[in-house]
């Protein structure tokens, strides 16, 4: 038994029955054509999963690497990028290379292979934006597949990955288009005050990057120092009639008007306003910056922030009448 407390920032000690590094699509195909079990996990920064009891089935570790441009004009160039690349080492070549296009997405944690899986996201920018296609292998037939941007479906915290074709591939590279001309995009308040208290006025990208990064790290709680994943819950989306009703009952809901009459309110809002915020139960609670992040405060077990989560959701359903969904991966749920 392999131990998993290192492969994942809840830093959750459960265990696996064999553990695979994988570091080239060929390598992939060759310990797929011997894998004892039809199914398999897969693993980049484990940024994003919850792994709630021991797993059953054997772990791949994708540590495919390597930057290549395969396409260069005067505006952009077009990169093809190993998807064992960690994320914001990629994002810090570009900024050294002054490629614009993900400054804004500066030290999200993770693996690029894993950025389609939930179109990664935040300060106003999405991957969906600038991906090109999705080299794939296909975990059943071994055979390779590319996935057009369009065929991903990548939606808020979405894609084609996690619902219709969820534990069927294997993402190995993924490319981008980056701008050499980047008009930066400061439509995220925060960015834009902090640009001006620290008087810049003409920001380049390295500016905007430098700013959500120290956005970031004043709000969100580092995994080397405190187990997380993240924001645990997505924002929920609803419609008009649900939202009338909640409006209604609380005049000073916060939202963000949709396309089609939807309204999304932001999950952090409705767990603050229930009294979560800072609240420790046992080794886990929502982290007091931000409700949104759920937190192992040291020993926690990946159950113990299970039934955390399922509390908090249903407090916000019971509440609010507002169905809140994880957006972590849940992984060993029996
Ligand atoms: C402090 C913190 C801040 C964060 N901030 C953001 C944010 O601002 N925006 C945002 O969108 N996310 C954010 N996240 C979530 C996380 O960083 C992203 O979802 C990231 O893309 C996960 O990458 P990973 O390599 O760690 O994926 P993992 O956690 O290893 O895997 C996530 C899921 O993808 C699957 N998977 C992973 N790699 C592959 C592959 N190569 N092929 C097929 N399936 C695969 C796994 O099986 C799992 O289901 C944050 C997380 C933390 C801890």
Redesign the pocket.
């Known amino acids: 038994m392999y131990s998993l407390k290192d492969y994942n ?1 809840f830093g959750i000690d459960v265990t696996c029955p064999s553990l695979h590094e994988v570091n080239s699509e060929y390598h992939l195909i060759e310990l797929l054509a011997n894998k004892t079990s039809d199914e398999i ?9 919850l792994l709630i009891n021991d797993l059953e089935l054997p772990v791949y570790l ?1 540590r495919i690497n390597g930057i290549e441009v395969v396409d260069e004009s005067e505006e952009e160039l077009i990169v093809e990028v190993g ?1 064992g690349e960690n ?1 914001h080492q990629f994002v810090c070549w570009c900024m050294n290379n002054n490629f614009g296009n993900f400054e804004n997405l500066s030290l ?4 690029v ?3 389609p ?2 179109n ?3 300060y106003g920018e999405e991957i969906s934006k600038y991906l090109i296609n999705v080299s794939t292998v296909e975990l059943k037939t071994l055979k390779k597949r590319v996935f057009s941007a369009e065929e991903c479906e990548l939606g808020y ?1 979405n894609s084609v ?1 996690k619902h219709r074709e969820k534990g069927k ?3 190995t590279k993924v490319q981008f288009r980056l701008s050499k001309n980047r008009k930066v995009n400061l439509s995220y308040g925060a960015i834009e005050s902090l640009l001006a208290a620290r008087n810049i006025l003409k920001p380049t990208i390295q500016d905007v990057s430098k700013v959500v990064i120290d956005i970031r790290n004043s709000k ?2 580092s ?1 080397s120092e405190i187990g ?4 645990f819950f997505k924002n929920p989306i609803i419609d008009e009639k649900s939202f009338l009703e909640l409006k209604n009952k609380r005049p000073d809901v916060v939202f963000y008007e949709m396309p089609n009459s939807q309204y999304k309110i932001p999950a952090g809002w409705l767990i603050d306003q229930l009294g979560w915020k800072g609240k420790r139960v046992g080794n886990t609670g929502c982290y007091a910056q931000q409700a949104l992040v759920l937190v192992n405060y040291g020993g926690a077990t990946g159950s113990e922030i299970y039934r955390h989560a399922l509390t908090v959701q249903q407090d916000v359903y019971d509440s609010f009448g507002v169905e809140i969904t994880p957006e972590v ?1 849940l992984l060993g749920l029996s």
């Not at 996990?41 to 999963?49: A, R, T």
Request: glycine share 22%.
């Open positions: 920032t996990i897969i693993l980049g920064g484990g940024s994003n999963v994708n998807g994320w999200i944690p993770g693996t292979g894993a950025a899986m939930q990664i996201g935040a915290r990955f591939y294997f993402i969100l709680p995994p997380n994943a993240g924001s991966n």
